[in-house]
């Protein structure tokens, strides 16, 4: 396993123990798993069951049941059984807890990462499958422009996203929400306008990104996307 890497299912096998169900049993803002009925057991815990994907809460309630073994495959399978937002908050979550150095003490965990925790509660879909309501902090709404890119993030949790490709004389801009949990996010795409025949096709995108803010100067976000396997955008934009 590579300690380094940024998926989600390895950082949520990373802290899985101490992340477990009992943990968030004891945290009234997450409560018991919301998918009605039994959540598993057996060899692989819930990692094999069918169904709605999983809400953040329900992966890591789903990974608690998998053996506790140094194969993380049931943990992963968790993972990949949940929605995008709720991977992304769960990343979120983990990353905190490790940064933190939490390991299994509860207390360090709503200290150190209340705003994870209760993004990780937070994170839902919408019943119909649709891009879920969007959830932005204060710090990231604005206007925000680079080299050949504009994002733009509103109070309401709607999200524009523009780039250009000057080689080409080419462009697209992509409208929706954004989930905005710690230092993840993820870009639920329902429309767009595309400059040079291409089609709009409803997508989601992932990134982690950080802020700086440089005495003086405006604020700079920095965004990878992590949810790719080529061409994976990574933006550098400054608060208009």
């Known amino acids: 396993m590579n300690s380094n890497s940024w998926s989600p299912a390895v950082l949520l096998s990373a802290s899985v123990v101490a992340l477990s169900f009992g943990f968030f049993a004891g945290c009234t803002a997450l409560g018991p798993s919301s998918s009605g009925g039994d959540a598993g057991g057996g060899a692989n815990g819930d ?46 979550l983990v990353t905190c807890v490790q940064q933190n150095r939490c390991g299994e003490d509860p207390s360090c965990i709503q200290s150190k990462c209340q705003k994870e925790v209760q993004g990780c509660a937070d994170a839902r879909e919408t019943p119909d499958g ?10 990231l709404v604005g206007r925000w422009i680079g080299r050949d890119a504009i994002v733009d993030f509103r109070a309401d949790g709607t999200v524009s996203y523009f780039i250009s490709y000057p080689e080409s004389r080419c462009s697209t801009l992509d409208n929706g929400t954004v989930v905005a949990t710690g230092t993840n996010m993820t870009l639920y795409f329902t429309s767009g306008q595309y400059k040079c025949g291409w089609a709009f096709e409803p997508k989601t995108k992932t990134f982690t990104y950080t802020l700086e803010h440089p005495p003086g100067l405006n604020p700079v976000i920095h965004m990878k996307e992590t949810n790719c396997s080529t061409s994976c955008e990574s933006l550098n934009l400054d608060k208009e």
Do not use: H
């Not at 649709?130 to 710090?139: I, K, L």
């Open 47 to 92: 990692a094999d069951a069918g169904g709605a994907a999983l809400t953040c809460s329900e992966i890591f309630d789903c990974a608690s049941r998998c053996p506790k073994s140094n194969d993380t495959t049931c943990e992963d399978a968790c993972v990949e059984r949940g929605s995008p937002q709720a991977k992304a908050a769960a990343t979120g």
């Open 130 to 139: 649709s891009a879920p309501a969007g959830q932005v902090p204060a710090e």
